[in-house]
């Protein structure tokens, strides 16, 4: 597979992990007040090729994360499955992505075929980049918006920095769900 085709997706290729516990999370805890949380994660990029829609010709790479708390090395705190979608006609990312707790997510931004860095963003309601989330997460953590940026250290090393903003019943203020994490390749 060339992997030119995945434009700035094909520095993602492969297998990545922290090095230890340095990822930072900033979620609500169970009484939905803030709760910092380090963690150490996975992630996975694999190529799946070109997928066309009609004329619209998009390239993949199929993706899992799992994360795992400081302390904790047996089941993971979190879990993503999904994938990064480059549209080189359009120059578009696309992060289409599930969390097994009942949220979607289709994010995406503009970006250079060569760039070293990229921001993703869905919103709720939007009916291009957009949220959903079951109906217990729309009443308790209402999901407002979702914003990923990536950046590429090296060739072996990028950081990401997330920020999804969460409406969570009884509370006035908007609650910043942060998480940011460097990852290294490992294969």
Known sequence: M????????????????????????TAPDPDRKIEN???????????????????????????????????SNEDPFHEETGYFIWDKANRQIMKSFIVPRGIAVNAGGDADINATEFLLAAELGSPTYGLCSN???????????????????????FLYNEN??????????????RESNTLVKIN
Do not use: C
């Open 2 to 25: 060339d992997n030119i085709n995945y434009g700035p997706l094909r520095f993602l290729i492969g297998k990545w992990a922290s090095e230890g516990f340095m990822g930072e999370n």
């Open 37 to 71: 949380t380090k963690f150490r994660q996975e992630m996975f990029f694999e190529p799946i090729g070109d997928v066309n829609n009609h004329e619209q010709v998009l390239y993949a790479l199929k993706y899992s994360t799992h994360a795992w708390e400081e302390g």
């Open 135 to 157: 109906k217990f997460l729309d009443e308790e953590f209402k999901t407002l918006s979702y914003e990923i940026k990536f950046e590429f250290l090296d060739e072996g090393k």
């Open 164 to 177: 999804t903003r969460i409406k969570i019943k009884g509370q006035e203020s908007i609650f910043d769900h």
